[in-house]
T-cell receptor, first 116, second 112 residues
Framework: AQTVTQSQPEMSVQEAETVTLSCTYDTSENNYYLFWYKQPPSRQMILVIRQEAYKQQNATENRFSVNFQKAAKSFSLKISDSQLGDTAMYFCAFMKHSGGSEKLVFGKGTKLTVNP | EAQVTQNPRYLITVTGKKLTVTCSQNMNHEYMSWYRQDPGLGLRQIYYSMNVEVTDKGDVPEGYKVSRKEKRNFPLILESPSPNQTSLYFC???????????FGPGTRLTVL
């Protein structure tokens, strides 16, 4: 079974600085997706970024980028120029893509606080 | 507006009283899924559906049922709720390319 590990339960960063959230996963699959989701205090789940395992290029979305290391099974999220609105729980997630069994597995989350 | 809706948003019930949480999406998505979120455990997948009449178990399906008779709807049924099913529940949908999974606003369920 696939597992996703987020080793940092809580992190904090000063406004305008850069922070990196860690995520590792365990799988024997070769074809899969990885995601980062953000959950602000409103509890709404918001997709931040998505990576397809077959793509070597790291995904970026504005101030958010990932460092995808397939061999190391690592998928970290970098937030540049942190803003107060980035304060939230961040969840890393894994989905096997096997044409009929698309289960989604989440890590336990990292609580990020951006300080003014 | 593209969205996933869930009803009710809050529910307090008693052990053994059957309940249904509805989920509907207006984006013609093939994939729909239910999750529960508990403190310290993150989100865990209950059931998912790849299309109409196609459903499969996630990691924590015990005590839950689902059905997918229409593409837009994916209700979650608790036939005999128990206190350990007290949780925050999310419904989500996406296209097959999983280029963005849309989540509903969540349903806070308390079983006494």
């Amino acid at each position: 079974a696939q597992t996703v590990t987020q080793s940092q339960p809580e992190m904090s960063v000063q406004e305008a600085e850069t922070v990196t959230l860690s995520c590792t996963y365990d799988t024997s699959e070769n074809n899969y997706y990885l995601f980062w989701y953000k959950q602000p205090p409103s509890r709404q789940m918001i997709l931040v970024i998505r990576q397809e395992a077959y793509k070597q290029q790291n995904a970026t979305e504005n101030r958010f980028s990932v460092n995808f290391q397939k061999a190391a099974k690592s998928f970290s999220l970098k937030i540049s120029d942190s803003q107060l609105g980035d304060t939230a729980m961040y969840f890393c997630a894994f989905m096997k893509h096997s044409g009929g069994s698309e289960k989604l597995v989440f890590g336990k989350g990292t609580k990020l606080t951006v300080n003014p | 507006e593209a969205q996933v809706t869930q009803n009710p948003r809050y529910l307090i019930t008693v052990t053994g009283k059957k309940l249904t949480v509805t989920c509907s999406q207006n984006m013609n998505h093939e994939y729909m899924s239910w999750y529960r979120q508990d403190p310290g455990l993150g989100l865990r997948q209950i059931y998912y559906s790849m299309n109409v009449e196609v459903t499969d178990k996630g990691d924590v399906p015990e005590g839950y049922k689902v059905s997918r008779k229409e593409k837009r709807n994916f209700p979650l049924i608790l036939e005999s709720p128990s206190p350990n099913q007290t949780s925050l529940y999310f419904c989500a949908s996406s296209r097959f390319d999983f280029n963005g999974q849309f989540f509903g606003p969540g349903t806070r369920l308390t079983v006494l």
